[in-house]
């Protein structure tokens, strides 16, 4: 007996027709998609299509999936992979960071860090200036690559979503008088930041791993 899988559309519409925008191979056959599915694939794929509303990046990494996420689940991990964040100290708000972000001169950036352990997710809450509205927030997951791709270690995915505010700057009184530039006008270049990113954390993360050495270091302990 199949499940009553959009009864309640069916009833609310009164036909059992799909509604706008749900292609199910019930009422669509797959002679029928397959055309449509083709011109989908393209060989050259628009910047902006790619990462226009939200930037994704993967990669493996050769490290065991718990260590990984012990070490990215602490706040000052980003003192060593992310390409600008550096200086990073507590402030009187347990579990709120400030550092600096060397992008541009003088900026504040503030960052709280919301881990699960179980589901291994590592979610940085930041936003540069203020630590009042963390706006900016970074999405990552380790995965174990022995359940996903069959051999030891990890996969990281990072996603990325354009915030409203990337565009338009929601607190301009709080950065420094003197900068110019705003964290959104770097949008365009978030895919290969993030992808230069995710590179140093696996060639350090990988580099600890084959050696010996503690995944999250002592100086972190």
Request: with cysteine; hydrophobic share 35%; proline share 7%.
């Given at each position: 007996?199949?499940?009553p899988?959009?009864?309640?559309?069916?009833?609310?519409?009164?036909?059992?027709?799909?509604?706008?925008?749900?292609?199910?191979?019930?009422?669509?056959?797959?002679?029928?998609t397959?055309?449509?599915?083709?011109a989908?694939?393209?060989?050259?794929?628009?910047?902006?299509?790619?990462?226009?509303?939200?930037?994704?990046v993967?990669?493996?990494?050769?490290?065991?999936?718990?260590?990984?996420?012990?070490?990215?689940?602490?706040?000052?991990?980003?003192?060593?992979?992310?390409?600008?964040?550096r200086?990073?100290?507590p402030?009187?708000?347990?579990?709120?960071?400030?550092?600096?972000?060397r992008?541009?001169?003088?900026?504040?950036?503030?960052t709280?860090?919301?881990?699960?352990a179980?589901?291994?997710?590592?979610?940085?809450?930041?936003?540069?200036?203020?630590?009042?509205?963390?706006?900016?927030?970074?999405?990552?997951?380790?995965?174990?690559?022995?359940?996903?791709?069959?051999?030891?270690?990890?996969?990281?995915?990072?996603?990325?979503?354009?915030?409203?505010?990337?565009?338009?700057?929601?607190?301009?009184?709080?950065?420094?008088?003197?900068?110019?530039?705003?964290?959104?006008?770097?949008?365009?270049?978030?895919?290969?930041?993030?992808?230069?990113?995710?590179?140093?954390?696996?060639?350090?993360?990988?580099?600890?791993?084959?050696?010996?050495?503690?995944v999250?270091?002592?100086?972190?302990?």
């Open positions: 007996m199949s499940l899988a959009l009864d309640d559309i069916h009833g609310h519409t009164g036909t059992t027709k799909p509604i706008d925008g749900v292609v199910r191979i019930e009422t669509a056959p797959l002679e029928e397959a055309p449509m599915f083709m989908k694939m393209r060989s050259v794929y628009p910047h902006d299509e790619v990462y226009g509303n939200y930037c994704t993967n990669d493996y990494v050769d490290c065991p999936p718990d260590e990984l996420f012990e070490y990215l689940a602490d706040t000052r991990s980003l003192e060593e992979w992310t390409y600008t964040l200086g990073f100290t402030t009187d708000e347990p579990g709120l960071w400030l550092a600096y972000d992008l541009l001169l003088d900026t504040e950036i503030y709280r860090t919301v881990a699960n179980e589901a291994r997710t590592i979610d940085y809450h930041c936003a540069w200036d203020q630590g009042k509205h963390l706006w900016m927030i970074y999405l990552m997951r380790v995965l174990d690559a022995q359940v996903m791709l069959n051999k030891p270690g990890s996969v990281v995915l990072w996603t990325n979503c354009r915030h409203p505010f990337y565009d338009q700057n929601p607190y301009p009184e709080a950065g420094p008088a003197e900068r110019t530039g705003w964290v959104g006008d770097f949008w365009d270049l978030f895919g290969a930041g993030h992808a230069l990113e995710l590179n140093n954390l696996k060639t350090i993360a990988e580099y600890r791993h084959r050696n010996g050495l503690p999250k270091p002592d100086w972190m302990k």
